[in-house]
């Protein structure tokens, strides 16, 4: 089963940038899809973006079209969210997830928490006016 850690969270003032980076240990990256997720205070967990193994395909919820991007790294087994553009509404901790057995190669782009099997401890991200 995988392995995720995330890193790459901070402080950063409205209209700033940040990476984060989601790296995977005991398995290859290359046979999963990776989804990042990110969950405010008294908020669902909310799905952000996602990029499928290939790294063909990627998904964006629509408050993130346009200002986030999801890259991958396989030989350095990390995934990526560039994020610009921030805004306050962006506070929350960011996860990273890879599909459970049977939907490893998939692109899930959902709330909640189904369809996963292997998630990150998160890290904050927080958007000052």
């Known amino acids: 089963q995988p392995h995720l850690v995330e890193s790459g969270g901070g402080l950063v003032q409205a209209g700033g940038s940040l990476t984060l980076s989601c790296v995977m240990s005991g398995a290859a990256l290359e046979d999963y899809g990776i989804t990042w997720l990110r969950q405010a205070p008294g908020k669902e967990r909310e799905g952000v973006a996602c990029i499928g193994k290939s790294g063909e395909n990627t998904q964006y919820r629509d408050t993130a079209k346009g200002r986030f991007t999801i890259s991958r790294d396989n030989a350095k087994n990390t995934v990526y969210l560039r994020m610009d553009s921030l805004k306050p509404e962006d506070t929350a901790v960011y996860y990273c997830?890879?599909?459970?057995?049977?939907?490893?190669?998939?692109?899930?782009?959902?709330?909640?928490?189904?369809?996963?099997?292997?998630w990150g401890q998160g890290t904050q991200v927080t958007i000052s006016t």
């Open positions: 997830a890879a599909p459970g057995p049977g939907l490893e190669k998939a692109c899930i782009l959902a709330n909640g928490g189904s369809g996963f099997g292997s």
